[in-house]
């Protein structure tokens, strides 16, 4: 057992590299070591490491206010903030709420959604429906409605389940299909799941339009939205967008749901929102969920201590300036083409990389037993535990999952370098990653007559 440390690390008897510094992608330890933050740490430092004016910034704003409470006052920073997340969706939606990370946002908009019906009178819909497969949070109502049973497994007592509906997972469809050959039954199951829990009493439907960690990169094609929101409005259900990951720039749009043919009417965002230097997460909402709450009472209740913070909201402002003056989502999006390119290419000497996917720098690989039966590892094997020891190995941090195979097997990785990386630096990402798949291959018995 490591004694040394008083931080409660995930894994006890690892031990963890001490990092005093970083600059871009790159993470340095304090015995000198250089490492490459391959998926930005959670998908979260989205402008690069040691950015001198955001610490400018973060000192300016902290010397001029500890705090404002949202109940008692505004800042102007705040409103700005809010106006920047506005902005960015070309005004589909009106008004923001900051809270301080992805769990409590996805709450938020949960109880935003409850808000609505209850304030336009009809208080019997309550009920939030989601996917299997899907990742909204590790509180307890966020981890309630996450359909990712390794994130879940422990904690089942204390969660709800108001229904839940198959991922659109292409890859390995749930109903046996090909991808565009089908009509989309994953999106008419949502129908199904509605009658079934009853239209009176179902309030929102929530999905991550790129997936996160459950499925790293997965996302539907053509269609899927366009039926969902179709369904949703028929039984008067709101739609609920969780780009806690893929929000803010990450996909090579402001926010995922932009590169598809539907509109949310509540996002919840966090992650890149601050390019990874505060905690802090939002939700923002469209006119109509507001003008609902506003009509009949004109007040949201809800929140946490330091929802709202003035320091965060410097740093979303300071990000959002960034994002626009250095061009950086549109480049997100040619940068993405390239590295899922790349990847593809050295996929096909791999025998274990069974899918590349994903969209702008959100990368997710997808490791297989067999390519062509798409057989998963036996999970005893520890696959992915393999791979990010491995890549440890090749210096770069990179983060893996479990659990796409019906919660139960299948390896997977992200790859989500920061905004800023640059096309050599991309190359150097998937050199090592090439290095350490054949590696992991050898470890399994593959390439035997080498
Ligand atoms: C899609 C999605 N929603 C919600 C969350 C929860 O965010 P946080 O860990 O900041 O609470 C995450 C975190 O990974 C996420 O990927």
Sequence with gaps: MNKKTYILNPYFKKEYPVISHGKGIYMYAEDG??????????????LGHGMESMGEVLKEQASKIAFAYRWDCVTQVLEDACRNVCEASDYNFTKVFFVSGGSEATEIAVKLARKYFLNIGRKSKYKIISRNQSYH???MGALSITGFPVRQAGYENYLFDQGHIPPAYCYRCWYGKECNSCRFECAEALEKEIL?????????????PVSGMSLCGANPPAGYFKKIREI?????????????????GRTGKYFAYQ???FKPDIIALGKALAGGYFPIGAVACSQKIFDGIYENSAEFS?????????????????????????SL?????LKGIYLKQALSDIAKSHPIMGDVRGLGLMVGIEFVKDKETKETFDPALKVNKKISEEALKEKMFLETS?????????????????????????????????????????????????
Aim: aromatic share 10%; proline share 2%.
């Design 33 to 46: 070591t250089e490492y490459i933050d391959a998926t930005s740490g959670a998908v979260l430092v989205s």
């Design 137 to 139: 949070g590790s509180t």
């Design 196 to 208: 079934q829990q009853g239209e009176d009493t179902v309030a929102a439907f929530i999905l991550e």
């Design 232 to 248: 949703c409005d028929r039984y008067h259900i709101l739609l609920i967008a969780d780009e806690v990951m893929a929000g803010m």
């Design 259 to 261: 590169n598809f043919d």
């Design 302 to 326: 809800a929140g946490y201590s330091w929802a709202g913070n003035p320091l965060g909201a410097a740093v979303v402002c300071k990000t959002f300036s960034c994002l626009q003056q250095q």
């Design 329 to 333: 989502v549109p480049n997100v999006a």
């Design 402 to 450: 479990f659990g796409c195979n019906h919660g139960k097997s299948g390896d997977m990785a992200m790859i989500a370098p920061a905004f800023t990386v640059n096309y050599e630096e991309l190359d150097e990402i998937v050199l090592r990653f090439d290095r350490m798949v054949t590696k992991v291959e050898k470890d399994l018995g593959y390439h035997r007559s080498e």
